[in-house]
């Protein structure tokens, strides 16, 4: 059976993917306390395959994501998965909202929460946890009724938490871009999508856009593109790029070789079958 690697404990969102996942093609899952754990997991054999969130709806790229395919590992994305998001104001059974001084979650959770926080709990402090489920375990083991915790349902249910408040995220069609990592990615399906990054030429007038330009010339759909810092030196920055087509795909293939000889550096992420239906499902709930 496969072994998935997701971000622990058990009540994250992660694990909401990774169970959806796991519908596709039966898995085992195991937990791990870091996004940089799940990676090492599957390049020492701990694990098959990792899931990991790479972008959401409001708070944009999922930087750890990011960084770890930029800089740390080789593996490739083989799968995606897009998931409708609900967040969930949790505490101990009895507490009242006006008894809030504290609230916990993961960064991406508070960020979008903001404007819940901001009208309905002004003066409580944020305070940053590894997971939402890490810090609804955290309210729960605590008899500080002060205390509360941004996190799921399935948290709620399985560290015996009450739901304060439903729904509090800021737009009720957040969704969560998931990809799932594997020392290979996936074979053409007719319904693909690419992911790569690429630094261009220093000192060179309308670098990025030649690099780009041959993307039009191809006429190949990108979805995305974005700039992240090197890292290294202030001002220096590499570039992120998703397309539709496979990597394979003659016109695609050709495309990124032409791509290759402009930029200083190219890296591809992989191919993989686009979540059309996950897409769908959000769209729906915004309309």
Do not use: W
């Amino acid at each position: 059976m496969l072994r998935l690697a997701y971000l622990g404990p058990p009540g994250t969102f992660t694990e909401e993917a990774a169970l959806r996942y796991a519908e596709r093609e039966p898995a085992e899952l195991i937990a791990f306390g870091s996004m940089p754990a799940l990676v090492s997991a599957v390049e020492t054999g701990l694990a098959d395959r990792a899931i990991l969130p790479i972008e959401n709806s409001l708070e944009g790229t999922v930087s750890t994501t990011v960084d770890l395919l930029i800089h740390e590992t080789d593996l490739k994305i083989c799968a995606e998965l897009i998931l409708p998001v609900r967040h969930f104001l949790l505490a101990h059974p009895g507490t009242r909202l006006e008894e809030i001084r504290v609230v916990l979650s993961h960064p991406q959770a508070l960020g979008q929460c903001r404007r819940f926080l901001e009208r309905c709990l002004p003066h409580a402090e944020q305070v940053a946890a590894l997971s939402t489920a890490a810090a609804v375990a955290e309210v729960m083991r605590s008899d500080d009724r002060s205390r509360a915790a941004i996190g799921t349902l399935r948290a709620a249910e399985l560290y015996g938490a009450a739901v304060l408040a439903r729904d509090i995220q800021d737009q009720k069609s957040n969704a969560t871009r998931f990809v799932v990592l594997a020392l290979e990615d996936a074979e053409p399906t007719g319904v693909d999508r690419t992911s790569l990054c690429f630094t261009v030429k220093r000192n060179v007038p309308g670098a990025l856009v030649e690099v780009l330009n041959e993307l039009a010339v191809a006429q190949i759909q990108m979805t995305k593109v974005e700039s992240r810092p090197m890292k290294s030196v202030l001002g220096e920055y590499v570039f992120l790029v998703d397309i539709e087509g496979h990597r394979k795909d003659p016109h695609i293939a050709a495309a990124l070789q032409r791509m290759a000889e402009k930029a200083a550096e190219i890296k591809i992420f992989g191919s993989y079958p686009r979540d059309e239906d996950g897409l769908n499902g959000t769209r729906a709930l915004r309309d």
